[in-house]
């Protein structure tokens, strides 16, 4: 009787699945506007059985409008481990009329391990399948089911699925029946129009209708910074067989070291005699921890293992000072262990690692949103962060990788929410000193060296790890203003120790003057010119977002061709603004031209009707920076 009942509610469910057609023409035109895709139903059902049981119900139908939809939707990835298990798929195809097409069953999609370059071992599997379209519009209609054990991961309440894409329908729900309390936490809710019915800590239900596709500004916040979203924890969770307590960051700091990091510090006695002794003569805190990171840089490489509770326990220091290798948090750990020997003090600090989204954790609301390990120092000045996962990275910088965020300090008496390094504009620099002779057929030979610190550091970082011809390809990007250029001489030094990166270049290039009659004219800025052409926007949707402050100070130094003098320089210019300020001084003695130019922009965030205003000055440093010096023959 009870095989009859589930064949007969599964039949039920597929019929329901399947006559849903989602025709093109019914899409309002106000959603179509301006959209490669529609969603016309997601649908999120999620119910907690116990603190070892949940189970999520993902339904999803999309409208394709534009082929440019099909990067995003066209491949299909579902993951699933031993903890975590697909019960159903279903998915079909339909035509812009709401006909089936083509339906693909599970045994279609392709089944592959999780592991990547970087990963030794993953109990991680993907199921994918790459849908090929042989026509536009059309509808694509996929559902699945998965049973996990792993509750510390509750899904997010997060209806952003891309840009240009437009919402018809959205359903989000928990039904809790495991008698531990849920928490949830809204945010960016204020300027959407969401229907809650909240009855918790049993149940929610959250949901929105005709959202209009959002178009990517210029200069506007990540959709983590403007759209709504909800997150959600249990009071208790389970993890890979590990019950855990999230009422508060106390203590689920607790309970995390005891059950993930307690014991994993098991440093021999020879290791320990061997750091203590390679330390002796260092006097300062810094020059200990500076040592200490140079040889676990030298002795281990990254790489990851991911397999049941090793993919949130760090592996033993014992195992990394054997093998010479480790994840982020097997480094991290036997890094801490190192510093534990020498009796430093040193804290395991999980973040949300991303070099666009710079992550807040929550000091109100305990959850695992976080994918990364760094280790922090505590100091009399400041404390001193670690990355310990590249025998590349600089001491004492995280750069903008996990800089300017909150992070999760993981102590014996708890968890605590701590702040990051922070990168200001000043910061962030880059100084240029170049000198350049000009020749009188408006040819020059260049003698350029720069140094990039802060977040800049982090752009020519990897310079240091490329061959000749990289990096001549690289300069010749850089340069692009100069034509025919020849490079003579180009090397790089990357000084860890204090994060900074210095190019020097030696090289030649024709027409960097123009003869106009007898006369020679030039840019007064030799290379790396800005260049902005943005336009206003009287219609702008998003706020404005300046995500990365910077500070470039640049010196050229002209030596002109004997039989011409200086004929006419540009005015000095001083732009300054709420955003940033720009400054051009140009000099001239015994016909040698000086020119040095301060550019500077703020990280911050402004209300969209100042956007007009930012492009602007933009424009105006665009301007000046094209700024041009006339010479005239004697």
Same mark, same amino acid.
């Given at each position: 009787?009870?095989?009859?009942?589930?064949?007969?509610?599964?039949?039920?469910?597929?019929?329901?699945?399947?006559?849903?057609?989602?025709?093109?023409?019914?899409?309002?035109?106000?959603?179509?506007?301006?959209?490669?895709?529609?969603?016309?139903?997601?649908?999120?059902?999620?119910?907690?059985?116990?603190?070892?049981?949940?189970?999520?119900?993902?339904?999803?139908?999309?409208?394709?409008?534009?082929?440019?939809?099909?990067?995003?939707?066209?491949?299909?990835?579902?993951?699933?481990?031993?903890?975590?298990?697909?019960?159903?798929?279903?998915?079909?195809?339909?035509?812009?009329?709401?006909?089936?097409?083509?339906?693909?069953?599970?045994?279609?999609?392709?089944?592959?391990?999780?592991?990547?370059?970087?990963?030794?071992?993953?109990?991680?599997?993907?199921?994918?399948?790459?849908?090929?379209?042989?026509?536009?519009?059309?509808?694509?209609?996929?559902?699945?089911?998965?049973?996990?054990?792993?509750?510390?991961?509750?899904?997010?309440?997060?209806?952003?699925?891309?840009?240009?894409?437009?919402?018809?329908?959205?359903?989000?729900?928990?039904?809790?029946?495991?008698?531990?309390?849920?928490?949830?936490?809204?945010?960016?809710?204020?300027?959407?129009?969401?229907?809650?019915?909240?009855?918790?800590?049993?149940?929610?239900?959250?949901?929105?209708?005709?959202?209009?596709?959002?178009?990517?500004?210029?200069?506007?916040?990540?959709?983590?910074?403007?759209?709504?979203?909800?997150?959600?924890?249990?009071?208790?969770?389970?993890?890979?067989?590990?019950?855990?307590?999230?009422?508060?960051?106390?203590?689920?700091?607790?309970?995390?070291?005891?059950? #993930? +990091?307690?014991?994993?510090?098991?440093? /021999?006695?020879? @290791?320990?005699?061997?750091?203590? =002794?390679? &330390? %002796?003569?260092? $006097?300062?805190?810094?020059?200990?921890?500076?040592?200490?990171?140079?040889?676990?840089?030298?002795?281990?490489?990254?790489?990851?293992?991911?397999?049941?509770?090793?993919?949130?326990?760090?592996?033993?220091?014992?195992?990394?000072?054997?093998?010479?290798?480790?994840?982020?948090?097997?480094?991290?750990?036997?890094?801490?262990? #190192? +510093?534990?020997?020498?009796?430093?003090? /040193?804290?395991? @600090?999980?973040?949300?690692?991303? =070099?666009? &989204? %710079?992550?807040? $954790?929550?000091?109100?609301?305990?959850?695992?949103?976080?994918?990364?390990?760094?280790?922090?120092?505590?100091?009399?000045?400041?404390?001193?962060?670690?990355?310990?996962?590249?025998?590349?990275?600089?001491?004492?910088?995280?750069?903008?990788?996990?800089?300017?965020?909150?992070?999760?300090?993981?102590?014996?008496?708890?968890?605590?929410?701590?702040?990051?390094?922070?990168?200001?504009?000043?910061?962030?620099?880059?100084?240029?000193?170049?000198?350049?002779?000009?020749?009188?057929?408006?040819?020059?030979?260049?003698?350029?060296?720069?140094?990039?610190?802060?977040?800049?550091?982090?752009?020519?970082?990897?310079?240091?790890?490329?061959?000749?011809?990289?990096?001549?390809?690289?300069?010749?990007?850089?340069?692009?203003?100069?034509?025919?250029?020849?490079?003579?001489?180009?090397?790089?030094?990357?000084?860890?120790?204090?994060?900074?990166?210095?190019?020097?270049?030696?090289?030649?290039?024709?027409?960097?003057?123009?003869?106009?009659?007898?006369?020679?004219?030039?840019?007064?800025?030799?290379?790396?010119?800005?260049?902005?052409?943005?336009?206003?926007?009287?219609?702008?949707?998003?706020?404005?977002?300046?995500?990365?402050?910077?500070?470039?100070?640049?010196?050229?130094?002209?030596?002109?061709?004997?039989?011409?003098?200086?004929?006419?320089?540009?005015?000095?210019?001083?732009?300054?603004?709420?955003?940033?300020?720009?400054?051009?001084?140009?000099?001239?003695?015994?016909?040698?031209?000086?020119?040095?130019?301060?550019?500077?922009?703020?990280?911050?965030?402004?209300?969209?009707?100042?956007?007009?205003?930012?492009?602007?000055?933009?424009?105006?440093?665009?301007?000046?920076?094209?700024?041009?010096?006339?010479?005239?023959?004697?």
């Amino acid at each position: 009787m009870i095989k009859n009942y589930i064949h007969i509610l599964l039949v039920f469910n597929l019929s329901i699945f399947f006559s849903q057609t989602f025709p093109i023409a019914t899409i309002p035109d106000s959603l179509k506007d301006n959209s490669i895709a529609v969603v016309r139903k997601n649908d999120v059902q999620i119910t907690i059985e116990s603190v070892d049981k949940m189970v999520v119900k993902n339904y999803m139908a999309v409208s394709i409008l534009d082929k440019a939809a099909d990067k995003q939707f066209a491949t299909k990835y579902i993951h699933y481990s031993p903890s975590s298990k697909i019960k159903n798929i279903d998915y079909i195809i339909l035509d812009a009329n709401g006909k089936e097409i083509k339906e693909i069953k599970r045994k279609d999609f392709m089944d592959i391990s999780a592991i990547d370059g970087g990963t030794m071992y993953s109990d991680e599997r993907i199921l994918v399948y790459n849908y090929i379209p042989t026509q536009y519009p059309y509808t694509m209609v996929f559902q699945y089911e998965y049973q996990t054990s792993n509750t510390i991961f509750m899904p997010d309440f997060s209806p952003f699925i891309g840009y240009k894409v437009g919402i018809e329908k959205e359903i989000f729900s928990i039904t809790n029946l495991s008698g531990i309390e849920l928490k949830s936490k809204n945010y960016n809710f204020s300027s959407f129009n969401i229907k809650e019915k909240n009855t918790l800590p049993e149940n929610i239900s959250l949901s929105l209708e005709n959202i209009k596709p959002i178009i990517e500004e210029p200069y506007s916040p990540t959709p983590y910074q403007f759209f709504p979203r909800t997150e959600f924890t249990l009071n208790q969770f389970m993890l890979e067989g590990e019950k855990g307590d999230f009422s508060s960051w106390k203590n689920f700091g607790k309970w995390f070291y005891e059950h #993930l +990091l307690k014991q994993t510090n098991d440093l /021999s006695i020879e @290791t320990k005699n061997e750091i203590i =002794n390679l &330390i %002796k003569d260092k $006097i300062t805190l810094e020059e200990k921890v500076n040592t200490l990171y140079k040889f676990m840089q030298n002795k281990t490489r990254y790489i990851s293992i991911q397999e049941g509770i090793g993919g949130w326990k760090p592996m033993n220091a014992s195992f990394v000072q054997k093998q010479g290798y480790g994840d982020c948090k097997a480094l991290t750990n036997y890094m801490k262990a #190192l +510093l534990d020997a020498s009796g430093i003090k /040193s804290y395991y @600090t999980r973040v949300y690692a991303d =070099n666009s &989204i %710079k992550h807040l $954790i929550d000091n109100d609301f305990p959850s695992m949103n976080t994918n990364h390990v760094i280790l922090s120092i505590p100091n009399d000045k400041e404390t001193i962060w670690l990355e310990c996962t590249s025998q590349k990275s600089a001491y004492n910088h995280l750069g903008r990788f996990t800089g300017d965020r909150t992070a999760l300090q993981m102590r014996e008496e708890g968890a605590f929410v701590v702040e990051t390094q922070k990168y200001p504009s000043e910061k962030n620099t880059e100084d240029v000193k170049c000198s350049i002779v000009l020749d009188a057929e408006g040819n020059s030979k260049f003698d350029f060296k720069s140094e990039q610190k802060g977040t800049q550091y982090d752009y020519f970082m990897y310079y240091e790890n490329k061959d000749t011809k990289e990096l001549k390809e690289k300069y010749k990007n850089e340069f692009s203003e100069l034509q025919n250029l020849e490079l003579d001489e180009y090397t790089v030094k990357n000084d860890r120790e204090i994060a900074s990166f210095s190019k020097f270049i030696n090289g030649k290039a024709t027409k960097t003057a123009k003869k106009v009659g007898n006369n020679l004219i030039f840019q007064a800025i030799y290379v790396n010119r800005f260049s902005s052409n943005i336009k206003k926007d009287e219609d702008r949707k998003l706020p404005l977002y300046i995500g990365n402050g910077m500070t470039d100070t640049y010196n050229f130094e002209y030596t002109i061709p004997d039989g011409y003098l200086v004929d006419t320089l540009p005015e000095n210019i001083s732009i300054l603004s709420e955003f940033g300020l720009y400054s051009l001084n140009i000099k001239n003695e015994n016909n040698s031209i000086s020119v040095k130019r301060i550019f500077k922009i703020k990280e911050s965030t402004h209300p969209k009707e100042k956007f007009n205003e930012f492009a602007l000055f933009l424009n105006k440093v665009s301007k000046a920076d094209n700024s041009k010096i006339l010479l005239k023959m004697k």
